[in-house]
């Protein structure tokens, strides 16, 4: 059974302040490149109506030589509270950037200076501005003094395992203006291997006054109980976990207000979001959308009799109409308990 502190409970009756801003949920859903679009991020808020949502992240420099912002910066005004995350390592480019995204509707700007992916970081982006503070440092003034909304970070606790920075970096964005900074709790050389190592988002926590949130390992309302009981952060953010279940950071945000824990989504409810996902991406994006719902597909379809077989045709599915036929054979075997897989076949060969 899980149980909160007192002073947990305390604490997460308020709102979460991020400079000037009060948001009403202590949850908030990562940016995840390729994932957090706004079909995504609707789905989130169906079930978590006042969580801070982020976009995928933004390049500042591509922004600065198109005319047109690209589509991954759109947002519903409905949406909100919303933030667009940027990346780079130019101060003037990413400044430039955030008031776009301030005209676009964002209530804070987020600065990836976390991502550890090599395309970025041979760039000097992400996950690299921990080896370059001062040049962190600097972006951050820039953008402070470019747009009137909050602006924050995520990170990650250091480069690898000898160059862990982040006391010293966290203390350089607080100082730099930063309102908020959020860490993933593992390294940049451990990708997302090992365990998130918690007990280093406490000790940011314990020597900065602006809000932290814990990233990293929460997979479950358990997981970010524990997250928050161990580092005193100000809220949670999830991040892989929301992949194939939009539900969890309703759930957690939940039973953080209420002490309830929500029953978990059957797998038919499970698969009907699948199949509104699919519908809404395709809509949104037409063929491009369905080409990107076959990863989305992949990860709805766990956890069920007939779920492999099923994964297996939606990995390389070619219309909105073969994907829906196919999650609505599934829907019916699972409802009337009957075996199915040689219809899946035929539907995947059409």
Known sequence: MVTLSNSLKTKLSTPLKIGALEVKSRVLQSPLSGVTDLVFRRLVRRYAPDSMMYTEMVNATG?????????????????????????????????????????????????????????????????????????????????????????TVKTRIGWNDKEITILDFALRMQDAGAKMITVHGRTRAQGYNGNARWEWIARVKEVLSIPVIANGDIFSVESAVKCLEQTNADGVMCSRGTMGYPFLVGEIDCFLKTGEQLPPPTPVQRLECAKYHLQALYEYKGDRGVRQARKHMTWYAKGFSGAADLRGHLSVIESVHQGVELIDRTIEQLMNGYEVEEELEVIALV
Do not use: W
């Open 63 to 151: 922004l600065h030589y198109v005319k047109h912002l690209p589509k991954i910066m759109e947002v519903d005004p409905l949406e909100r509270p919303i933030s667009i995350q940027l990346f780079d390592c130019r101060p003037d480019f990413l400044a430039e950037a955030a008031i776009k995204a301030v005209a676009e509707g964002a209530d804070t700007v987020d600065i990836n200076m976390g991502c550890p992916v090599n395309k970025i970081t041979k760039n000097g982006g992400g996950s690299s501005l921990l080896r370059q503070p001062e040049v962190a440092e600097s972006i951050v003034r820039e953008v402070v003094k470019a747009v009137d909304v909050p602006v």
